[in-house]
T-cell receptor, first 109, second 116 residues
Framework: DAKTTQPPSMDCAEGRAANLPCNHSTISGNEYVYWYRQIHSQGPQYIIHGLKNNETNEMASLIITEDRKSSTLILPHATLRDTAVYYCIVGDSWGKLQFGAGTQVVVTP | NAGVTQTPKFQVLKTGQSMTLQCAQDMNHEYMSWYRQDPGMGLRLIHYSVGAGITDQGEVPNGYNVSRSTTEDFPLRLLSAAPSQTSVYFC???????????????FGAGSRLTVL
């Protein structure tokens, strides 16, 4: 079973921020939180990851709660090309990353 | 720098046939893995490897064999294809060290397999 829980779908208006929640209440101390996205049937694309601290890169920001039981991926200015399935995954360095069903994000004009 | 290359992109097999899905990476990544994705579902890990000569099973290993003779290549073999193996297969690789650290995967474009 996947270690994370995500809403199955969400809509976002173009140009607005998209906030994608993820629950991972059973995360262990050495496990990272990763976010990937998959556009149509392409291979998943890495977005961002974090352990304890909040992280930001050119694509997104990752906010991890202090107890590490949940996180939020923030796409600051959603575009139509951000329409995709977004996966929140937890895993350690051994890389047995289990993908759940993800959140289908639809960005509308 | 091609990244992760999968061949073939499409394949149709008859039940009972065997075939090999090829995966090659040119990033000198230690870690390589195979996932399958069924319609409307997430990816499920089949097998993975943390270096040449080292492989291990993932969530759904039955019906598949792997080997890792070189750092660059990680082929996935279907010994006797079944309709239940109709799926899209993704290969992924990453830098990896035995110890604490993140495992950021780079995925290939996928191989779509249909078993009749």
């Amino acid at each position: 079973d996947a270690k994370t829980t995500q809403p199955p779908s969400m809509d976002c208006a173009e140009g607005r921020a998209a906030n994608l929640p993820c629950n991972h209440s059973t995360i262990s101390g050495n496990e990272y939180v990763y976010w990937y996205r998959q556009i149509h049937s392409q291979g998943p694309q890495y977005i961002i990851h974090g352990l304890k601290n909040n992280e930001t890169n050119e694509m997104a920001s990752l906010i991890i709660t202090e107890d590490r039981k949940s996180s939020t991926l923030i796409l600051p200015h959603a575009t139509l090309r951000d329409t995709a399935v977004y996966y929140c995954i937890v895993g350690d360095s051994w890389g047995k990353l289990q993908f759940g069903a993800g959140t289908q994000v639809v960005v509308t004009p | 720098n091609a990244g992760v290359t999968q061949t073939p992109k499409f394949q149709v097999l008859k039940t009972g046939q065997s075939m090999t899905l090829q995966c090659a990476q040119d990033m000198n990544h230690e870690y390589m893995s195979w996932y399958r994705q069924d319609p409307g579902m997430g990816l499920r890990l089949i097998h993975y490897s943390v270096g040449a000569g080292i492989t291990d099973q993932g969530e759904v290993p039955n019906g598949y064999n792997v080997s890792r003779s070189t750092t660059e290549d990680f082929p996935l073999r279907l010994l006797s294809a079944a309709p239940s193996q109709t799926s899209v297969y993704f290969c992924a690789s990453s830098k990896w060290t035995a110890g604490p650290g993140a495992n950021v995967l780079t995925f290939g474009a996928g191989s779509r397999l249909t078993v009749l």
